[in-house]
């Protein structure tokens, strides 16, 4: 039986310039994704959170102003676009020393995302990063558990989630 794709789906929300804010968007993407209820991999998921806490974190942290962000699904990878008012696009991760406590974000963003961009936007730039979000087609019965033998090995969590709150984050409705 072939994949069937399922209709793209698109989400929109408002983060404000606080830090704490952050934390919210990241775990309103998640839910919004979940609540979508198509076939999307575990361990994309997780990376759908990390990576948007780093996007996200950046435009709020390098422009002291809030973003728009954007996740959409086409049936095969997750895209998230991430609107501030910052002029410079992003055209590769910075260099790090091997001891400092910041800016490997996009590093992040680089190894893990199948594809990733920036782009120039009428009020400033946009970041974007797709991965790829399909569940693989396995050979497992009904009865075996999902994570008892997986297709394919999960992607490591390179880093902690960091929960916390009090930031604003609101879902803004959109048509698609």
Request: hydrophobic residues 40%.
């Amino acid at each position: 039986m072939p994949y069937r794709t399922p209709d793209s789906k698109s989400a929109s929300l408002l983060v404000s310039s606080e830090v704490a804010a952050v934390s919210d968007a990241r775990r309103q993407i998640v839910a919004m994704v979940r609540q979508w209820g198509w076939p999307i991999a575990p361990d994309a998921v997780d990376t759908l959170e990390l990576l948007a806490g780093e996007v996200i974190a950046n435009a709020v942290v390098h422009t002291g102003s809030g973003c728009h962000v954007t996740v959409s699904w086409n049936g095969a990878c997750l895209r998230v676009e991430v609107k501030d008012p910052g002029p410079a696009l992003v055209l590769r991760p910075a260099a790090v020393s091997s001891d400092a406590e910041c800016g490997r974000g996009l590093q992040l963003v680089e190894c893990l995302a199948a594809r990733w961009g920036s782009l120039p936007t009428l009020t400033g730039k946009a970041v974007w990063f797709e991965i790829d979000g399909r569940v693989p087609p396995s050979s497992r019965t009904p009865s075996e558990p999902h994570d008892e033998k997986p297709d394919r090995p999960a992607l490591p969590r390179t880093a902690p989630a960091v929960r916390g709150g009090g930031g604003r984050a609101r879902l803004i409705p959109q048509i698609t």
